[in-house]
């Protein structure tokens, strides 16, 4: 798993390699970051040789990376043109020593030009622009925030015209210019010509950790494909916990969470699992969530719906068992009494989809809460039906998973969506913290917290064909099942899910096309998924995973 880090994070981490007990040299580090780009570079496009290369070189230590960039690609056989966008005098002192190193190279195959306002000047960046087949973007890195100035602005502008052509691929190094390092905001445009706009970039190699904007729309579609490079940071830098952590899981991470069943295993090893959901009008959605625990590997699945709902699901799914629960087409407080009856039996609890909006929801889902022991995930109607129950919630939160998608979250944090998207890791942290609940905040990406540590997880599967009614219905499912496990925390429960469903999509993206799949042909792409985590698990480690509780 990597560590997803914000501005002032990233600036603690140089400033602890530079100094205390390690005492990297500056220089050193700009070296290894220019060097990162130009490898990653040249597996993107196939090598550097007879490529002309024009490389725009901001005042700050992104320009520096820039400088370096290009003493690399002249040993590479690459022509490089270099715009220096600063006064020599501004750039730091590696910085300096570096351009220096590059002025002495200049050349037929090195162009070093500083940057100037006039016509002529303009006229021909743009002609070396358009000749050119790559453009790297070193002139802004992290330092972004708010609009683009000049020159930068109309550089950007022209970088995406020639690359919107197919005349050119665009590297940026860090960063791409104009986006927001710290939420993924950018720049805004303010022309029908899009002028205004943040640069996308083909390819984006950052350094040290991943940037939370690298992740978040809208800055993820600027960033392209991306890479990551430790540029020779000491490892406990690179590893070290942070008090407002968030981290990128992996397949690795997922598949140690759930390692092979043992052979001599059997339905009742593997978690009896209630799902209480559905009504009449959405029998569906309850028959979905069952499913999703099923093919999530739940040991027994009972579907517990109202009365007047059971023969819509009865026999729909052989393998769920259905139960008909009271005599309306919908929950009352009453029934709550006759589930928990049952309830010493169940491994885990998933309410809420489908339920409606009765009137008599909210003490039904209280009471039922009250009288039993297991994980319980709350989502959709049951996550409404509880938006004023704060205080109840938060003294039951240690067994409870909440899964939200955005707007359900706004209702139950009182934030606006616009201020949840302007850092949606903090608004998920404060709402862990308020509500003492493990959080799974659906959207792109979805974000899990732990209500033990705080630490936020972020999910990198998944893709907008699963945008459709019924996906959240079978995660629930998925989640539920996953929570059963005895040796799982609810937050590595609640990870594993959302990884294992976005997955699946993924699968059937690849099967079926960018969208018009089911949310049932995604919970029946799961098994699939769970081969292939097998087929590459890794021997075992000896230190723990990040995930906790």
């Given at each position: ?451 033990k540590t705080g630490n936020a997880y972020l999910n990198p599967t998944g893709n907008a ?85």
């Open positions: 798993m990597k560590k997803v880090n914000q501005t002032a994070q990233m600036k603690a981490m140089d400033a602890a390699a530079m100094t205390g007990i390690y005492r990297m040299p500056p220089a050193v580090l700009m070296e290894n970051a220019g060097h990162a780009v130009v490898t990653a570079g040249a597996a993107y496009l196939d090598g550097w040789a007879n490529k002309d290369v024009i490389i725009f070189c901001g005042q700050g230590n992104n320009g520096g990376d820039g400088f370096v960039i290009a003493r690399h690609l002249l040993a590479a056989d690459a022509r490089v043109y270099v715009y220096v966008l600063g006064q020599a005098a501004a750039y730091s002192p590696e910085a300096q020593c570096h351009l220096h190193s590059l002025r002495q190279l200049a050349g037929a195959d090195c162009i070093v030009v500083d940057y100037g306002e006039s016509f002529e000047a303009w006229h021909l960046l743009c002609h070396r622009l358009f000749a050119s087949q790559v453009v790297i973007d070193a002139m802004i890195g992290t330092g972004f925030h708010g609009e683009l100035r000049q020159p930068v602005r109309n550089i950007v502008g022209k970088i995406n015209e020639a690359a919107a052509m197919g005349r050119i691929k665009v590297i940026a190094v860090d960063m791409p210019s104009g986006v927001d390092a710290d939420t993924g905001a950018v720049s805004v445009t303010d022309g029908a010509d899009g002028a205004g706009g943040p640069l996308f970039a083909d390819l984006t190699v950052t350094f040290g950790a991943l940037k939370r904007g690298q992740l978040f729309y809208p800055g993820k579609t600027s960033v392209g494909e991306l890479r990551f490079d430790p540029i020779g940071m000491p490892a406990p830098l690179l590893r070290q916990q942070e008090t407002d952590g968030a981290y990128v899981l992996e397949s690795a991470d997922v598949a140690e969470l759930l390692p092979p069943r043992q052979p001599d295993s059997h339905k009742g090893t593997h978690g009896t699992i209630a799902v209480v959901a559905g009504s009449n009008d959405m029998a569906g959605a309850a028959l979905m969530t069952a499913q999703g625990a099923m093919r999530a590997g739940a040991g027994k699945i009972f579907l517990q719906v109202p009365a007047a709902t059971a023969p819509y699901c009865i026999g729909r799914v052989p393998e769920v068992m259905v139960r008909g629960v009271g005599a309306g087409s919908s929950f009352a407080p009453g029934d709550a009494d006759v589930l928990a009856a049952a309830a010493h039996g169940w491994s885990a609890l998933a309410m809420g989809p489908g339920m409606g909006k009765d009137s008599g929801l909210t003490s039904f889902l209280k009471k039922l809460i009250e009288e039993t022991s297991c994980p319980i995930v709350l989502d959709a109607d049951a996550l409404n039906a509880l938006t004023e129950e704060r205080g109840f919630i938060a003294a039951h939160g240690e067994r409870i998973i909440m899964t939200p998608h955005l707007a359900e979250f706004g209702r139950l944090s009182g934030l606006s969506v616009a201020t949840i998207k302007e850092d949606c890791i903090r608004a998920a942290k404060d709402f862990v913290k308020r509500w003492n609940v493990t959080l799974v905040l659906k959207g792109a990406p979805t974000i899990i917290v732990s209500r064909g699963m945008a459709c009614g019924g996906m959240g219905d079978v995660l629930t499912g998925m989640v539920a099942a996953l929570a059963a496990h005895r040796d799982l925390g609810l937050t590595e429960a609640a990870c594993a899910a959302v990884y294992l469903h976005g997955a699946a999509g993924d699968v059937c993206r690849q099967a079926y096309g960018p969208y018009g799949y089911s949310p049932l042909e995604v919970a029946a792409a799961i098994p699939r998924v769970l081969a292939e985590l097998d087929e590459g698990r890794r021997l075992p480690v000896l230190r723990r995973p990040l995930i906790e509780g």
